[in-house]
Every structure is written in C-alpha cells, then in structure tokens.
C-alpha cells in the first residue's frame, strides 16, 4: 500500500492551485452574487483552455483490458481524476463544473461510443483554441434518481430516429456542443428499451428550454432541454444497436456512473476541505484567549471533519484505484458518494456553527459553500439512491415487487443483488460485479 | 507506487496466516475464553507457532520481528483475528505491544518482562492510580504513559473482576501500588506512542464492526418477516448498507493510519480510533438492533461483540483523551 499523491500529478495539481486561488474561487463568488454562469464567450474560457484544462474524461480506453502506461502501470486515469477533481471543487465546485470539456458526457462516449464517435465528439476538445462542453442528459421531471423512468421516445422512422422528450438539470446543457441524450424506443421494454444518443446542439426540434435558478452553484450552468421531433441519424445512436443487447443501455449508464461518482465523492471531500479550513481560519482569530468550554466544543467539531475528511478521500481513492484496475466498483463507488456528500454538507454546517449567528450572512465562504455542497448529496443518484446500490449487492436487496418473495429467492441471490427489476423503481446498477457477499463466520 | 492499495505477496501471505489462525485457534472457541476468563494454553501455543506474536512487537522504525511488512499490513492482521474475538486478539497481541512501547520509553528490562496492559493516563504520580476491570492478559504489570511524557511501570496484585466483557483478556482490578520503573520522555515522543496504542486499539474495534456487518448481512438475508425476507425491507437494507460504508471507511482510515505512521505522522493513529470508537459502539448497537430477540441472546455472536466494543471503548483515556490528542496540532486558544 502507498498513499502518497502520485507524484506525476503534482504538476497539474500545482496549476489548478495557482487555478483555483487567482481565478476559480474569485470568479466563483463573482457567478454567485450575480446569481448565474460565467457567458461562454467570458476569456477565463480561452485562457483556462490554453492552459490545458478540461472538465469531464477526454481519454481513451481500448478494448476492455485494463489501460496501460509505458511502464506497464495501470494507467492512473481515475486516480488522477479523483485527486484534480477534490482540488478544483475545493476552490470552486461550479467554476470546475463549467470548465470546457465533454463533461459528464465523457465517460459514456470513451465507454461506449464507436472509434467514430470518439474521434468526432472528443476529438474536437483537442482545439486548446475554442471552448466546448459536453452535456449528460439523462434525468426528465418524472425520472430524476429512477432513471428507468425515463420517457423520452426515440422512434425509429427509416434511417434516422426521432426524439421527443423533456430533460431537465442538465449541467452546461445549453452551451453544449452536443449532449449525450437517453431515451426509449419503448416504455414497455424497461431498461433494455434504452439507447443514449449523440445529439448536436442546433439540431432542429433540440431546443433550451431554461437555464434554472439554484440554491447554490451559480457558477455551474444548468439547463432544461426540449427535444420536439428531434431527428438524428442513425449514426447518433451511441456505440450502435449492437451496444445494446440486453439491458446494454443502461448498464453503459451505470457505468459511466461507476467512473463519475467517485469524482462527485472526492469533490464533496475537496468542498469539505475548503470548509474545514475555512472554519480553522475563522476559529483561530476568534478563540486567542484561555480556553472556554466554547472552544473544547469546537476543537472536538475540528477534528471529527477533519479525520472524516480523510476517510471520504480513501473512500473515494479506493473506488478510483479500482476503476483504474478494471474491477468492479460498483458498492465502492456508491460508498464513496454516498458518505462523501454529506460529509461536506456537515463541514460547512460546522463552519456556520463556529461563526454563529453571522454564519447566515453572504459575507462569508462557509455560507456559500453551505448552499453549494448540497447539490452533491442529490446529483448522479442521492445518498438515497447509493444505499439501493450497496444493499442490493450486499444483501439482494430489491424493491418491494408484492408480498410473497420469500426467502427462498433471496437466498438463491447469493447476496448478488442480480434480481432483474423491471418495474423499474430505481436504479439498481447491474453489471459483472464480483463483489463477494458477505457471510457470517460466527454462527 | 502512489495510490495503490495493493498487498505485496508476502503481505498477503501473513494475512492468510491470521485468518487460518483465526479459523483454527480462536473460531468456535469464543464463549469457552468468554467462560473461562482467559485464552486457552492451547491457543496461546499456536498463536506463538504461527510466528504471529512477533507482528505486535514491532514499533514503527524497527524490524524486530525480521519481516519486511508494512503497518497497514500489521495492523490488518490484528484486525482479522479481532473479527474472530477481539478479547482474546487483546489478550494476545497486546502484551507484546506493551512491552514494546515500555522498551522505547526505555524502561530498564526487568521491570518490561511481565508487563500485559497499557493505559493513557492525565498524569504519572508518585503512586499509580487504582485500575478497575482492567483487561491485564494474565500479567500483572501495567505500563501507565500521560501527555506530558511521563511513564510509570506497577507491578499489582490484581483480583478477578466482574466485568461487562472481554473476559479472554482477564480483567482484574488492583488498587494504587507503587512504581516498579518511572521515566519521562519528551512530550513529542509520548504523544507518537499514543497514538500508536491507539491505532493499535483502532484494530479490535473495527474487526468487531467488520464481524457485525458481515454477520448481520447474512441473517437479514435469512430471517423471513411480513413475507419477505428482512433483507428486502428497505428500512432495514439502508442500516445494513450503512454498516457497511461506515465499516469499510473505517477500515481504509486505518490502512491511512498505518501508512502515515511509516511516514512518521503518528495522528491519524488517534484519528483512527475516534472514527473506530464511533463506529465500533453504532454497528455492534445495529447488529443487535437488526437480529431482534435473537441478537439479545448469547446464542449468536453479536451481543458479545456489542458489548466488546463498548468496553474496549473506554480504554486508553477513552474517546475524551483521545480528542485532546487530536486536536494538539489545530494551534487554538492558549491551551489545547
């Protein structure tokens, strides 16, 4: 075991410091109290480009070995990510949520897409020149955490397919290129009626409906989409119909959610991070004096954050180490996010705590970072949604589907949780998880 | 390599070599030492056979038991053994970690030899204060350690203690006797070795909440209520999965403690213990809480651990000391 920063990272890592201070954090606060995005066409787009920086997966994966380095390394790709990710959302998590790149809608098409596709939609964040984003758009109003809810129709008419549906908090969806968009052929299959589809922004009948007002993330723009007879040609399908045999679709979602939680993980602990120390600074103009029974009640917040933070990291470093190593990650990464969340919500509310009344005012980070970190405990399955996850792979739990399951068939579950669920009242990631379950040596 | 939580090869085989110790030393044999109050000779043997007692002498910096194995590693072992019995992995492995701190404080030998339990105590007087069910491991020297550096080691004349649990480990209580060997340290050198008993201790919490989550997710996919099994009540499956991400965190802190440790950042030790103490007292409270009627009775495994983890708890200067610990470096107020 070796727990130390790779040191390869150290680099960048230093430039989205020096990133974060002289830009993130000011601009941040700037889209905070001006209650939206930074436009596109703002320069930091250009100028944090040239500097190399892109938000969202812009790698490559091959086959379906596990990527390697020159030197025969596992290729650190999530480990990296996971190590960026804390240090960008610990100067500002909407700024690092806006920064150009494929975005969410990364990771499906690296996972998913045609060497076609790849080349198309991720080879165009190769131009350090112009600001791009890419968009996931996968929640509807009636399908937020209950993805197999989802109702957009994709109708197939000849060549093409027509798309027609609602999105709705879609991240940096209206300045998009283009946006990953999930849909159905047919609500009566379940999950293997779904297809992603590559959609270009300009598409006739692809419109943006709004841009919404937040409690928090000024800084991150997110969008409602309207796909209104949208036609896409075939070729949009992403990865192709072979892509999908069985419930290919959604199991490519929750893969995709496999590589991005950890990340959401490890920006609630960079969140919590900026908090803590945040809390630290404040604390330590305020309690200079001989010690109060104030301060041993702080001192003790101080450092339960603290070793928590340390926890979330390795939480959300294990589910990375694994993604890296092609091993499923599944309960890991669901851990991760699920933990790591409200981990940063509960330094920030340690932070108004030690201000004390004054903690409500705007004037201060922990406020912002307060409305903020939320976001996280909600977006890419809630804390809710995670311990579905984890029970069903742990135990083979599932949703309740009458009354008369018995023990008998939760026991042939083997603690897999590999019950196929087609009403579709969650999501319930499924893949090829190994997870051993768990078994009592005392009995 | 950076970021990697892999085990080398002759990591992997130590731990093999826990559990089939476990398996076969101490599995099935818990409400015997339970009864007896004390590890069996039998198991003691084995356990020194298997070359195990030499992982818990080893301090950081030193390669007394000649392997070359990290402390995430050492500490992992620990914790697999405690999964099986906590009270009797105490009552094996501590004693030999004792005497090793009490080496380091430099305590002249004859006064380490026969030394079982370590305390965290607020000061090292002129007379040691009284201890009271206090898990001695059939020895009858305790080595007492304050924030300040001082150290003290007593030799008592303890008698049998009704205790809550961990009777494996022989607790005794002893009045206030005299110093055998008394020294003092720099406070810096003390509060390292705090924090590595303590991290010490991390492991038999967290191998109880590990047995708690393993246990429990078992029978809830077993026990059959309003038609189903209690697995697929969500009320019930959420606590489980919470077990679980509380118990696996906890794990991986200790894996941190242990490597930062070799990094000489002793902290996270006491970090560890306080997320382990935590831990520890709500999962072995759920097990409990998930197995009903059945989990109050001795005829499964999970009251005894909840009581393990609620004794064990209190040792070491408890939850209170160790948070003083921590907070050292935060550089608050005048006095921390």
């Not at chain 2, 495994?301 to 939850?319: D, F, H, S």
Request: proline share 4%; aromatic share 6%.
């Amino acid at each position: 075991m070796d727990f130390q920063i790779d040191p390869s990272f150290e680099p960048i890592r230093q430039m989205l410091g020096w990133l974060g201070k002289s830009k993130l954090r000011p601009l941040g606060i700037e889209a905070d109290r001006q209650g939206g995005p930074l436009p596109p066409d703002h320069p930091f787009f250009k100028e944090v480009l040239s500097m190399g920086m892109t938000g969202g997966f812009v790698g490559k994966l091959k086959d379906n070995k596990v990527p390697r380095d020159d030197d025969g390394r596992p290729r650190r790709t999530s480990r990296r990510a996971v190590v960026l990710a804390e240090e960008a959302a610990y100067w500002d998590r909407g700024m690092a949520t806006s920064l150009p790149g494929p975005s969410l809608g990364g990771a499906p098409v690296m996972l998913t897409g045609t060497d076609a596709q790849k080349e198309h939609y991720l080879g165009m964040f190769k131009d350090k020149t112009t600001p791009r984003w890419g968009a996931f758009a996968m929640s509807e109003p009636g399908a937020g955490s209950d993805v197999a809810r989802i109702r957009t129709r994709a109708k197939r008419d000849g060549d093409s397919y027509v798309l027609s549906g609602e999105k709705c908090f879609i991240s940096n969806g209206a300045r998009a290129s283009w946006a990953v968009v999930w849909a159905t052929i047919d609500p009566a299959l379940g999950r293997s009626g779904h297809r992603a589809f590559l959609v270009d922004q300009g598409t006739p009948g692809f419109t943006v409906a709004c841009i919404e007002k937040k409690m928090g993330l000024a800084a991150s723009e997110t969008a409602s989409l309207v796909f209104d007879g949208c036609r896409v040609p075939e070729s949009a399908l992403l990865g192709g119909e072979e892509a999908y045999a069985g419930k290919g679709g959604f199991k490519s979602a929750m893969k995709a959610f496999d590589m991005t939680r950890p990340l959401v993980a490890a920006m609630g602990v960079g969140m919590g991070r900026a908090a803590y120390d945040e809390t630290l600074r404040v604390a330590r103009e305020r309690f200079t004096g001989p010690s109060s029974w104030r301060l041993s009640r702080v001192q003790d917040r101080l450092v339960r954050v603290r070793r928590k933070l340390e926890m979330g990291r390795m939480l959300a470093w294990k589910a990375a180490w694994l993604a890296d190593h092609k091993r499923p990650n599944a309960v890991e990464a669901g851990m991760a996010k699920a933990y790591c969340a409200q981990l940063g919500l509960e330094a920030a509310s340690l932070g108004l705590e030690v201000l004390g009344e004054s903690g409500g005012a705007s004037d201060y980070l922990v406020e912002k970072i307060f409305r903020d970190v939320k976001a996280l405990d909600i977006v890419e399955g809630t804390q809710q949604i995670q311990r579905v996850v984890i029970a069903r792979r742990l135990i083979g739990y599932t949703e309740d589907r009458g009354r008369s399951t018995g023990a008998s068939e939760a026991s042939t579950s083997n603690g897999s949780g590999a019950k196929d669920s087609s009403n579709g009242s969650a999501d319930t990631a499924e893949d090829s998880s190994t997870h051993t379950p768990a078994g009592a040596t005392h009995v | 390599m950076p970021m990697d939580f892999s085990l080398t090869d002759e990591e992997q085989m130590v731990l093999d070599a826990a559990a089939e110790f476990a398996r076969r030393g101490l599995l099935g044999k818990e409400r015997d030492h339970e009864r007896e109050g004390c590890v069996s000779d039998a198991s003691r043997k084995s356990f020194a056979e298997s070359g195990l007692d030499l992982l818990s002498t080893t301090l950081p910096g030193t390669n007394s038991d000649g392997m070359d194995l990290s402390w995430p590693a050492r500490i992992q072992a620990l914790t697999i053994l405690a999964r099986t019995d906590a009270a009797a992995a105490m009552a094996l492995w501590l004693p030999g970690t004792t005497a090793a701190l009490a080496k380091s404080l430099g305590a002249p030998a004859d006064a380490v030899a026969g030394l079982g339990q370590s305390r965290l105590v607020d000061a090292v007087g002129e007379t040691s204060a009284p201890c009271s069910a206090l898990p001695m491991a059939g020895a009858s020297r305790i080595l007492d350690l304050d924030r300040e550096g001082r150290w003290g080691i007593a030799e008592v004349t303890p008698s049998p203690s009704e205790a809550m649990a961990l009777h494996a480990a022989g607790p005794r209580s002893a009045d206030s006797v005299a110093w055998l060997a008394q020294g003092q340290v720099e406070a810096e050198a003390a509060h390292e070795l705090r924090h590595l008993l303590r991290l010490v201790g991390s492991a038999l919490l967290v191998g109880l909440a590990r047995a708690s989550t393993d246990y429990t997710a078992a029978y809830v996919q077993e026990r059959v209520a309003f038609s189903k099994p209690l697995s697929h009540h969500q009320g019930v499956a959420f606590i489980v999965a919470e077990m679980a991400i509380r118990t696996t965190g906890c794990e991986l802190l200790l894996d941190r403690a242990g490597w930062d440790l070799e990094q000489g950042q002793s902290r996270t030790g006491t970090d560890a213990w306080l997320e382990a103490c935590e831990t520890a007292l709500w999962v072995t409270d759920q097990a409990v809480q998930l197995l009903g009627g059945h989990g109050y009775m001795k005829d499964h495994p999970v009251e005894k651990w909840m009581r393990e983890a609620r004794t064990i708890t209190l040792l070491w200067g408890g939850v209170d000391a160790a948070r003083a610990d921590a907070a050292r470096d935060l550089d608050l107020g005048a006095e921390s």
